[in-house]
């Protein structure tokens, strides 16, 4: 059974004070889980492993990186490796956020170069795709997430791809309060998996957890995780607010 997953994302926000007194809030709660649920803290590289040593008794929650560089080792100055990751027992890590492509430059070749890293050191990608304003009024959003589908995932085996995770993040939902309605999310859900199953087959395809991401909030998290092939949520905002972020891992299928 696939696991169905709610993620924090808290991006470039909160300070170390701030973070700590958030986990132990979120923590507190003692939502109570199955084991098919996972809850997942995306947080900044300098509280990892605060937040890997806040989570490390509890089962069902584990901590992730935003980002890795997409090469091994080396003059980088600045970037962080799977390597590095994986020495401190990080066990997820986000790749491609929108936010990553469009002012990083971020292209598919590079997330697909980063996501074999993760995998040699048994990290499992988290990984983002998501069409723009633009292509969706243009109808074009099944072809462009397909292209980004195939440029990024494609070269991988099954065994492979049955470690990754998706998130599908339309653009236009991120950070706007704009949420695609949980009949628009469902469709874009079960195209991945269709289009996973033509490649992968139906068995491998059925394996893999897609969470949605745009806008969730404790009070549409329920209604969007409804959806057959949707399996949680990657939350930006509301992640930040123990009760929001509470009430969507208590929102979990
Ligand atoms: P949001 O962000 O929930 O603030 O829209 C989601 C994300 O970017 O992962």
Same mark, same amino acid.
């Given at each position: ?8 994302n808290w991006k470039m926000n909160l300070t170390?004070?701030q973070g700590?007194?958030l ?13 098919? $649920?996972?809850? *997942?803290?995306?947080v900044p590289?300098?509280?990892?492993? &605060? @937040?890997?040593? +806040?989570? %490390? ?62 995998? $040699?050191?048994? *990290? ?8 723009? &304003? @633009?292509?969706? +009024?243009? %109808? ?81 998290? %329920? ?13 930006g905002g509301?992640s930040l ?13």
């Amino acid at each position: 059974m696939r696991k169905q997953i709610a993620a924090a994302n808290w991006k470039m926000n909160l300070t170390y004070q701030q973070g700590e007194k958030l986990l132990d809030e979120i923590l507190q709660a003692k939502t109570p889980l199955q084991s098919h $649920q996972q809850v *997942i803290f995306t947080v900044p590289f300098p509280y990892l492993i &605060l @937040a890997n040593s +806040e989570v %490390a008794n509890e089962s069902h929650y584990a901590v992730a990186a935003q980002n890795c560089y997409h090469k091994k080792s080396g003059a980088y100055t600045g970037e962080v490796s799977a390597e590095m990751l994986q020495s401190i027992g990080i066990k997820y890590c986000v790749v491609g956020h929108s936010e990553r492509r469009e002012y990083f430059g971020e292209t598919n070749q590079q997330l697909a170069e980063k996501i074999n890293l993760l995998l $040699q050191y048994g *990290i499992q990608p988290i990984f983002c795709c998501g069409e723009a &304003l @633009a292509i969706r +009024e243009a %109808a074009t959003q099944n072809a462009w997430v397909e292209t980004q589908l195939k440029e990024s995932l494609f070269h991988l085996s099954a065994e492979e791809l049955e470690k990754v995770i998706i998130a599908y993040e339309p653009i236009w939902a991120i950070g706007t309060g704009k949420t695609a309605t949980a009949a628009q999310a469902q469709e874009m859900h079960e195209h991945i998996r269709s289009f996973l199953a033509k490649q992968y087959g139906a068995n491998v395809a059925n394996n893999i957890s897609i969470l949605y991401g745009g806008s969730v909030k404790g009070s549409n998290a %329920a209604e969007i995780f409804a959806g057959a092939d949707v399996d949680g949520g990657l939350v930006g905002g509301a992640s930040l607010v123990a009760e929001d972020f509470v009430a969507i891992i208590a929102a979990l299928k």
